[in-house]
């Protein structure tokens, strides 16, 4: 079954992914800066996929690996069978798993290491449209010898959660490895938001956050 862009030019996107922090991070950039794709549907997992009442949508990002015992083969099919068109993701780009992607019917095989203005210039490819030429924000640590930005003075917990939330963890799973309640783990990061605001680096989205934490060597 071919898939047909909507007359709105406005692609209707899923994304799968079982690591929530790079699940938030496509999820968050994408709705800033990619207003031609409509992210309708997140999931960790491949039966939350599938069972969406938003599946099948135009385009899937998919991940290669996932704990599922779920081929990419198998997944990849079913997602064509239903009519979406996939671009597998991946940190293991080896000539084999390429192979598998690309044979059970995958549209394009992309490196999870590529800027995601890239990985959404080949999905507009993908999808018969024209590439983005608008200026796009991608949060990066900032590249060696750069002069460094002023860093908010936080405190042992506050640095503790915040290492913490941004390696992938929830704020409940923070307060349960730092053995607070969750909303003291809450005040820790709020905490550590408004310290970031003070200095003039707004971290109010967990992307922002992110990028904050990698600037400052928080982000391990």
Request: proline share 6%.
């Amino acid at each position: 079954m071919e898939t047909r862009v909507p007359a709105t030019g406005s692609v209707r996107l899923a994304i799968l992914d079982d690591h929530e922090l790079l699940l938030d991070s496509l999820s968050t950039w994408i709705s800033q800066n990619a207003p031609d794709f409509d992210l309708v549907l997140t999931a960790p997992t491949w039966f939350e996929l599938v069972q969406s009442d938003q599946f099948p949508t135009d385009l899937v990002l998919l991940d290669f690996q996932l704990q599922e015992p779920v081929s990419i083969e198998a997944r990849v099919r079913t997602c064509r069978a239903a009519g979406a068109k996939v671009i597998v993701l991946t940190s293991l780009d080896t000539e084999e798993a390429r192979e598998r992607a690309l044979e059970a019917g995958a549209a394009a095989f992309l490196s999870k290491a590529l800027p995601l203005a890239d990985v959404m210039d080949a999905a507009r490819q993908v999808m018969g449209m024209q590439a983005s030429g608008e200026p796009v924000r991608e949060w990066r640590p900032l590249p060696s010898g750069a002069r460094r930005p002023p860093r908010p003075k936080l405190s042992v917990s506050e640095r503790e959660a915040l290492s913490l939330y941004v390696a992938g963890r929830s704020t409940a799973q923070v307060a349960s490895e730092m053995h607070v309640q969750y909303e003291t783990a809450k005040t820790y990061l709020r905490r550590v938001r408004e310290k970031y605001a003070k200095t003039g680096r707004p971290a109010s989205t967990k992307t922002d956050l992110i990028r904050r934490a990698a600037e400052d060597g928080y982000l391990q």
